[in-house]
């Protein structure tokens, strides 16, 4: 497909089980962002990749959190020891440019339930 | 931490009304760009104003930027059904060039 893939679509856990969120994002896209939007807020921003570059962490809300990009292409996002506060919907986007965050393109996002 | 600020966070309009969301921001900016969101999933981008422009079009869109009150709004005008969604605006700052910071949004209601 053209756009940005994730998967699953939904995610239902237990408390303290691990979870793979993954993102395909546009080829030849070089930028990859993972945000976190909880019911009702804004999107937070979470983790950036570029490249071949070392990736931007600082979103990351815990040591739970990790992520990386394989190949320059498919990232996985995992959450170790799920918590119900990690309950949101994840959404990854890629960008053609270059070190500008300018018109991102959004996958449909993995809606995270952990119970 | 919130930079950009919708406002409304909620507008109710019928169809054919123009519609109006204005967006707020704390720090200089490289770029504002705004969203918008079907059904809580995924974004479209929608349009983007560079901080040396004051005013940019796209078909029934209509973006102005006063970077003196480091402020913007969205017009849509003539609005159809289909408009009915939430619209984000994003920010770009500083050395950050490549991270988009969110406001919470405005949840747009187009009444057929």
């Known amino acids: 497909g053209a756009g940005v893939s994730q998967s699953p679509s939904n995610k239902v856990t237990e408390k303290g089980k691990d979870v793979e969120l993954r993102c395909d994002p546009i080829?030849?896209?070089?930028?990859l962002y993972w945000y976190r939007q909880s019911l009702g807020q804004g999107l937070e921003f979470l983790i950036y990749?570029?490249?071949?570059?070392?990736?931007?962490k600082s979103g990351l809300p815990s040591d739970r959190f990790s992520a990386e990009r394989t190949g320059g292409s498919v990232s996985t996002l995992t959450i170790q020891r799920t918590q119900q506060e990690d309950s949101a919907v994840y959404l990854c986007a890629s960008s053609a440019r270059q070190g500008k965050a300018e018109k991102l393109f959004f996958g449909s996002g993995t809606q995270l339930s952990v119970l | 931490s919130q930079q950009g600020e919708e406002d409304p966070q909620a507008l109710s309009i019928q169809e054919g009304e123009n519609a109006t969301m204005n967006c707020s921001y704390k720090t200089s900016i490289n770029n504002l760009q705004w969203y918008r969101q079907n059904s809580g999933r995924g974004l479209v981008h929608l349009i983007l104003i560079r901080s040396n422009e004051r005013e940019k079009h796209s078909g029934r869109l209509r973006v102005t930027l006063d970077t003196s009150k480091k402020s913007s709004s969205l017009l849509i005008t003539a609005s159809r059904a289909a408009d009915t969604a939430s619209y984000f605006c994003a920010t770009s700052s500083g050395g950050s060039n490549y991270k988009l910071t969110f406001g919470k949004g405005t949840l747009l209601t187009v009444n057929p």
């Open positions: 080829s030849g896209h070089t930028a």
């Open positions: 990749f570029q490249g071949n570059s070392a990736p931007d």
